[in-house]
């Protein structure tokens, strides 16, 4: 057999197995009885591309990220590669079993990058190209050296796609390669004709090179025969719902409808032209599409493996439903293969009875051709996790904002040399989030050396370019802010190297930008989110820039913990162990959600190191009502608070002490943590509020939803009143935004009296 020919029937068997595993999938007896699907169709329509991919062109050192519906297709390819136990095949969609997307979370061993949400993989990938060559500049070696993304076409709809490419970095990455899979359909339409024709335009545009793969090699081979060009303007002018509708039509009815002008004349001279095709060749010969030429994929391959001065597309169309009896069918999405169908296609593609599971006989030549192979990539060994410090030499006096608390500790961390493996990177908002004195010490990373036009005026803040920086500006796009946190946290994994990635944006923008942020963490990525300022406290910005709903968010997302510090030195304490955790790839990611609010650092305890345990844990009791003379019980109320709002809860201790109110003050550092506590056989709430308080009463206040602390009082059965902001805020100054959302020293007066009923 020619390598071609051992191509093909290997493309046979992954597109039996792909289909099967999904058959299998939604025929095994359930326990609910709901349709598990699987994508048959979407699979089969880069079955081709696939095994060009991975059969022939991959390099040790090329990464993958697979279109998330393809699978189905990529697991029977991990199979028959011998990375994947057969058995696991039949456990597609079950729990414990094959994810229905390609999840390195879920499926480490054989799964490279994460896919799932439409775009959002391919585009993390690419960023991930970017994290390596950060990492060559900063004397790291090339690991991968190759990113390759498969995506289809109608994940292209996708904004989030076009704001990355615009990035500049990115049209000077050659070591990317996307596959676009071209085959024209989405979930429940045909694409518009304008958006297919557009996509190489759109690459070109961002620099990229295009290479497409319109059609096969047999129909460009009847393009060139006599009246051939009529067959190409016919085919190549047909809207894509015509060209749709012809791959459904039988044999016959194919010629008569080619022939057809739009406007309902006969077209003689493509019916001459056709008129020694039979209908059955011809109605093949239409379905000749370049996303499933192994030939022509191969030199498109080829030629990107050559050309690797910038990034590479090639545009390949494909059927969705490849062989399959969906084929072109526009409602295809969903559909799956009847026992009488998935017994025909077997038949079809040769493969007998009892061995659906099976792959090549060792003695085969495909066999021996896959033993031949190449290994896949594997990640490379991890170097040894960079040493963060538990605690830093820096003093806090006076009124200091936590944001600036953020700048202080960055700085402090920039003079020693467990800084270097850190990485910022912000959506233009660097200098407003306070990295000025980080980026003036660290300098800005960029592909090449920059002069610094201002380099002779002076500056607040020097801009300098070049390899060497530590911060990395993006534009203003959260989705990128996110996924490029998402591919810098992931370098210890996929490149052997950690990197501690601190991203800062403003805290009213973590929602636009949260799809992004959700796919980063599944993933498996590991980051600091400095989300700053927050809330109502930046009173003249105005709703647009005042975060209301972020704490419950923060409290809501797995895989990352959220905190809200009341002072300088509890910054410090929180992000030096969140750094510490991802260093050694043992904690979560953080989201920091800060404050511009000047607060007096005098209020805070004195360091200790149960103060800090305390602050890592989620909360502490900052003043303790038990000492005030005559203190009793049935007088007392627990204000807890949350970072700018813990001097309205210090005014409200005295407020409330001349209505014969005693009020312990807790700062809650980490609703989350609090919440997440609550599953513990000892909760540190718990540990805060003793056994001989547990009829006292709450009052909760932070500047945001009050869902956030909304679980405090059912977690102590007791009654409690909780304090946020509940509406979109609006400009003025603090004090009188405070007063109209109910947050102020008098709301947490009136709150605490109405519980005593006083």
């Known amino acids: 057999m020619t390598e071609l020919e051992i191509l093909e029937s290997i493309q046979r068997r992954v597109l039996w197995l792909s289909t099967w595993m999904v058959h299998h999938a939604n025929a095994r007896p359930g326990a609910d009885g709901i349709k598990v699907g699987g994508h048959q169709a979407s699979s089969a329509s880069v079955v081709s591309l696939l095994t060009a991919l991975y059969f022939k062109a991959l390099r040790p050192g090329d990464v993958v990220a697979t279109k998330a519906h393809a699978a189905p297709a990529f697991y029977a390819i991990q199979f028959l590669r011998g990375r994947l136990d057969g058995a696991r095949l039949a456990t597609l969609r079950?729990?414990?079993?094959?994810?229905?997307?390609?999840?390195?979370?879920?499926?480490?061993?054989?799964?490279?990058?994460?896919?799932?949400?439409?775009?959002?993989?391919?585009?993390?990938?690419?960023?991930g190209a970017l994290a390596t060559r950060y990492l060559v500049d900063h004397g790291g070696s090339r690991a991968p050296e190759r990113f390759v993304v498969m995506v289809g076409d109608a994940e292209l709809d996708e904004g989030n796609v076009w704001e990355a490419l615009a990035e500049e970095p990115l049209a000077r990455l050659g070591d990317v390669l996307w596959i676009v899979d071209v085959n024209r359909q989405s979930l429940d339409r045909i694409v518009p004709d304008s958006r297919t024709r557009q996509l190489g335009d759109l690459f070109r545009a961002h620099g990229w090179r295009v290479r497409e793969l319109r059609w096969g090699r047999r129909l460009e081979a009847a393009f060139r025969r006599p009246g051939g060009d009529r067959l190409q303007q016919r085919l190549e002018m047909m809207p894509s719902r015509e060209y749709q509708r012809l791959l459904r039509l039988p044999p016959g009815a194919v010629r008569k409808a080619l022939v057809t002008t739009p406007d309902g004349a006969h077209d003689a001279a493509l019916d001459r032209a056709l008129a020694d095709v039979a209908d059955d060749t011809l109605s093949a010969l239409i379905a000749d599409v370049g996303g499933h030429d192994l030939a022509s994929i191969l030199d498109a391959l080829a030629e990107a493996e050559r050309e690797r001065g910038r990034p590479g597309v090639i545009l390949a169309h494909t059927i969705k439903g490849w062989r399959l009896p969906s084929a072109g069918d526009p409602l295809n999405h969903t559909m799956v293969t009847s026992p009488a169908q998935i017994a025909e296609l077997r038949d079809a593609l040769g493969i007998r009875a009892g061995e659906e599971w099976s792959g090549?006989?060792?003695?085969?030549?495909?066999?021996?051709?896959?033993?031949?192979?190449?290994?896949l990539w594997t990640p490379a060994p991890r170097a040894a996790?960079?040493?963060v410090p538990a605690a830093l030499s820096e003093t806090y006096d006076g009124a200091m904002s936590t944001q600036e608390a953020l700048g202080r500790v960055l700085g402090a961390l920039a003079r020693r040399p467990e800084g270097d493996a850190i990485v910022t990177v912000s959506a233009d908002v660097s200098v407003t989030t306070h990295l000025a004195g980080w980026i003036n010490r660290t300098g800005v990373y960029a592909l090449e050396a920059r002069p610094d036009p201002f380099a002779d005026a002076p500056q607040a803040m020097a801009w300098r370019e070049s390899p060497a920086g530590r911060h990395i500006e993006l534009g203003i796009a959260e989705h990128n802010l996110f996924l490029l946190l998402g591919a810098l946290g992931l370098t210890a994994e996929v490149s052997g190297t950690t990197l501690l990635p601190i991203g800062t944006l403003y805290d009213p923008f973590v929602p636009r930008g949260l799809d992004a942020f959700y796919h980063a963490l599944y993933?498996?990525?590991?980051?600091?989110?400095?989300?700053?300022?927050?809330?109502?406290?930046?009173?003249p910005e105005g709703g647009a820039?005042?975060?209301?709903?972020?704490?419950?968010?923060?409290?809501?997302?797995p895989g990352v913990t959220y905190f809200e510090p009341a002072f300088a030195r509890e910054v410090e304490w929180i992000l030096l162990d969140a750094l510490a955790g991802i260093a050694t790839r043992e904690g979560e990611s953080l989201y920091l959600r800060l404050s511009t609010r000047p607060v007096e650092q005098s209020l805070a305890l004195p360091p200790s190191a149960a103060y800090q345990d305390a602050v890592l844990r989620g909360g502490y009791r900052l003043r303790d009502a038990r000492e005030m003379t005559g203190y009793t019980s049935d007088r007392a109320v627990h204000l807890f608070a949350a970072g700018a709002m813990v001097p309205e809860a210090l005014e409200a201790v005295r407020a409330l002490s001349a209505h014969g109110v005693f009020a312990n003050v807790f700062v809650v550092t980490s609703p989350d943590r609090l919440h997440r506590g609550l599953r513990a056989p000892r909760p540190w709430?718990?540990?805060?509020?003793?056994?001989?308080e547990e009829d006292v009463p709450v009052v909760s206040v932070l500047d945001g939803h009050p869902h956030a602390l909304g679980f405090l009082g059912g977690a102590l059965a007791v009654p409690q009143q909780a304090l946020g902001v509940e509406d979109f805020g609006q400009s003025g100054a603090r004090t009188d935004l405070y007063h109209h959302y109910g947050?102020?020293?008098?709301?947490?007066?009136?709150?605490?009296?109405?519980l005593l009923a006083l």
């Not at 729990?95 to 993390?124: C, H, W």
């Not at 102020?744 to 009296?753: F, L, N, Q, S, T």
């Open 545 to 557: 820039h005042q975060s209301v709903i972020t704490p419950s968010i923060g409290v809501a997302l």
């Open 523 to 539: 993933a498996g990525a590991r980051f600091v989110v400095v989300a700053t300022p927050s809330g109502i406290t930046l009173s």
């Open 385 to 387: 996790a960079p040493r």
């Open 94 to 127: 079950e729990f414990g079993g094959l994810q229905a997307y390609p999840s390195r979370r879920k499926n480490p061993e054989i799964v490279d990058l994460s896919t799932g949400s439409m775009g959002l993989g391919a585009v993390m990938t690419t960023f």
């Open 360 to 375: 090549f006989d060792p003695a085969s030549d495909e066999a021996a051709y896959i033993h031949g192979l190449a290994p």
């Open 743 to 754: 947050i102020d020293v008098e709301a947490i007066v009136a709150a605490a009296r109405t």
């Open 685 to 692: 709430l718990e540990s805060l509020v003793t056994a001989d």
